[in-house]
Antibody
Framework: QITLKESGPTLVKPTQTLTLTCTFSGFSLNSSVMGVGWIRQPPGKALEWLALIYWNDDKRYSPSLKSRLTITKDTSKNQVVLTMTNMDPVDTATYFC?????????????????WGQGTLVTVSS | DIQMTQSPSSLSTSVGDRITITCRASQSISSYLNWYQQKPGKAPKLLIYAASSLQSGVPSRFSGSGSTSGTDFTLTISSLQPEDFATYYCQQSYSAPPTFGQGTRVDIK
C-alpha cells in the first residue's frame, strides 16, 4: 500500500525559504521508473505542478518557478524534499506530494495515482 | 505551456443523471490526458489516465474518451452517485510542464 505525507511549516514570512518534506512508504525511489512530484493548489483555485524527481535523480521543474525550486531525495529515509526560495503571499497554497503512476518523463506518462493529504502553507508577515 | 480549458466550469445535476465534462487542449496532446476527482479538503484522486484507461478501483460508471484531433477530451459519468459530487480536473502530460484545467464543479441541483 502506497502512502505519502507532507510535513513542514504552516506559516512562512515573505522572502523566507520554504522547506517541505514528503515521507512515503509502499515503494522505493531506488526502483526503476519511480518518481515523486509536488503539486500545489491556492485556496479555491486549480492545481499547479511544481516539480518531479525520479529514481535516477533526474529532476524536472516548472519553468515559471525553476529558479526558486529545488527537489531532492533521501532514499534511505524514503523522503523527498522540496525547497522554494523567496516566498511571497501569492505562494499561499496547499502543497501536495504525489507518486507518479506513469513511466519516465520521456514517455510522457506523467500522472499521479497516490497523493498525500496536503499541507496548507500561508505566506504572511 | 499547453493550456487546458474545461467546460462547463460548474454543473448542477441530480443523482442518476448522465454527465459529460469536456477538456480542450490548446494544441494536440495525442492521448496524454488524465482526469482527477477532488472533494473539498481532500487530495485529488486519479480516475482516468491516457484519456480512456480506468484507474484501478474506480467504478465503471466513469469513462473517458478523446477526439482524433488530440485536442478534445471528455469525462463521462453514466449515472451520477451521491459520492460523485466533487470538482473534476483534467491534466495533460504530452508537453512539459504538465498542466491542469481550471476544474469543473459538479454539485446537486
Amino acid at each position: 500500500q502506497i502512502t505519502l505525507k507532507e510535513s513542514g511549516p504552516t506559516l512562512v514570512k515573505p522572502t523566507q525559504t520554504l522547506t517541505l518534506t514528503c515521507t512515503f512508504s509502499g515503494f522505493s525511489l531506488n526502483s526503476s521508473v519511480m518518481g515523486v512530484g509536488w503539486i500545489r493548489q491556492p485556496p479555491g483555485k486549480a492545481l499547479e505542478w511544481l516539480a518531479l524527481i525520479y529514481w535516477n535523480d533526474d529532476k524536472r521543474y516548472s519553468p515559471s518557478l525553476k529558479s526558486r525550486l529545488t527537489i531532492t531525495k533521501d532514499t534511505s529515509k524514503n523522503q523527498v524534499v522540496l525547497t522554494m526560495t523567496n516566498m511571497d503571499p501569492v505562494d499561499t497554497a496547499t502543497y501536495f506530494c504525489a507518486h507518479n503512476g506513469g513511466s519516465y518523463w520521456g514517455a510522457r506518462e506523467i500522472y499521479f495515482d497516490y497523493w498525500g493529504q496536503g499541507t496548507l502553507v500561508t505566506v504572511s508577515s | 505551456d499547453i493550456q487546458m480549458t474545461q467546460s462547463p466550469s460548474s454543473l448542477s445535476t441530480s443523482v442518476g443523471d448522465r454527465i459529460t465534462i469536456t477538456c480542450r487542449a490548446s494544441q494536440s496532446i495525442s492521448s496524454y490526458l488524465n482526469w482527477y476527482q477532488q472533494k473539498p479538503g481532500k487530495a485529488p484522486k486519479l480516475l482516468i489516465y491516457a484519456a480512456s484507461s480506468l484507474q484501478s478501483g474506480v467504478p465503471s460508471r466513469f469513462s473517458g474518451s478523446g477526439s482524433t484531433s488530440g485536442t478534445d477530451f471528455t469525462l463521462t459519468i453514466s449515472s451520477l452517485q451521491p459520492e460523485d459530487f466533487a470538482t473534476y480536473y483534467c491534466q495533460q502530460s504530452y508537453s512539459a510542464p504538465p498542466t491542469f484545467g481550471q476544474g469543473t464543479r459538479v454539485d446537486i441541483k
